[in-house]
C-alpha cells in the first residue's frame, strides 16, 4: 500500500475520489456530495492510499483556521473494515507533523440525526479524535467538529 499526496489532484484521481463517493451517497452522502466533491478537488488536496492502480481509501482536505481540515474521507466498500482508514489517518498524522503542525479537524454529521454515523464517530475516536464541539444547527442535520492533537 502506498500513501500518497496530490496537492492538486489529477483527472485520474477525481474520477476514482468520485466513484467511491458515488458508492455511498445511498446511505451516507446526500447527492449533492459528488458533485461538490468535483469542484471541492479544485482548491482542495487529497491524500489517499493507493494498492497498484487503484485508491483504497482517501480523505480530502484542507487548511482551515491554521489547522489542517478533512472535508470528506472514505474507504472503498471491498476494503472496508480491513485497517485501511486507520492507517490512511496514520500516515496522514505524520505528514501533517513532519510539516509543522500538531493537530487535524474534521466535522461530520450529527449521529443523533442520522444513525449511520454513529460508526463515522467512532472510527474518528478510534484513531484519536475527541469531539470539541456539536453544532446543532450547522447543515440539514447538525454536525460534530472532532480534533486530533499531539
Known sequence: MRFC???EASAGTVRQIISITESYTEDFFTDNVPADTTNDLLFQSVAYL??????????????LDGSPHITLFATKREFRGKGYGT???SQFSAYVES??????????VLPESKPVY????AFYQGVGFEIINVYPF???SGALKLRKSW
Do not use: A, D, H
Request: glycine share 2%; hydrophobic share 50%.
Open 5 to 7: 499526496i496530490e496537492k
Open 50 to 63: 493507493m494498492n497498484e492502480s487503484e485508491i483504497v481509501s482517501f480523505l480530502v482536505f484542507t487548511c
Open 87 to 89: 492507517l490512511l489517518i
Open 99 to 108: 510539516i509543522g503542525f500538531r493537530q487535524i479537524e474534521v466535522m461530520t
Open 118 to 121: 454513529y460508526s463515522t464517530v
Open 138 to 140: 450547522l447543515w440539514e
